[in-house]
């Protein structure tokens, strides 16, 4: 496991070139909980690009049959803390954004559009401003 990469991944690095050809600067690396893919300090909205099987993708994840239960543990675990972490950002005022590494090969232009209405929707001054 220690040659998985956390950082950088081929989902990641297209979906950052798509949003940087839209104008969409973001930050990464930001220290908030959770180390969120992409952070839109700005706009208070984090990013993550969950790979299908470490984070339970409806449609792609697959149990793996060799020690089956060390396995439906650990990917267990990784679920749940994607929802504590998801309660904690909303908690702090962030929009948590979840994407599924399937998302961006094959909807890329849709995702896009997704981060982009969030982002320009975070823009509007607030009522009573």
């Known amino acids: 496991m220690s040659r998985i990469k956390g950082?950088?991944?081929?989902p990641e690095t297209t979906l950052r070139k798509a949003l940087?050809?839209?104008?969409l600067r973001y930050r990464l690396h930001?220290?908030?909980?959770g180390r969120p893919d992409l952070v839109f300090?700005?706009?208070?909205i984090?990013?993550?690009?969950d790979g299908c099987f470490w984070h339970g993708?409806?449609?792609h994840s697959v149990q793996p049959k060799s020690n089956a239960d060390f396995w439906k543990k650990k990917l267990a675990t990784n679920m749940e803390?994607?929802?504590?972490?998801?309660?904690?950002?909303?908690?702090l005022g962030w929009k948590v954004i979840r994407i599924w590494e399937h998302e961006v090969s094959s909807?890329?232009?849709?995702?896009v559009r997704r981060i982009e209405k969030a982002y320009h929707r975070s823009a509007l001054p607030k009522k009573g401003s």
Do not use: H, M
Request: aromatic share 8%; hydrophobic share 35%.
């Open 57 to 59: 993708c409806p449609d």
């Open 41 to 44: 300090v700005g706009a208070r």
């Open 107 to 111: 909807e890329l232009d849709a995702v």
């Open 46 to 49: 984090a990013v993550f690009v």
């Open 20 to 23: 940087w050809r839209k104008g």
């Open 7 to 10: 950082k950088d991944t081929k």
């Open 30 to 33: 930001y220290k908030i909980p």
């Open 81 to 91: 803390r994607d929802k504590q972490i998801n309660a904690k950002l909303s908690g």
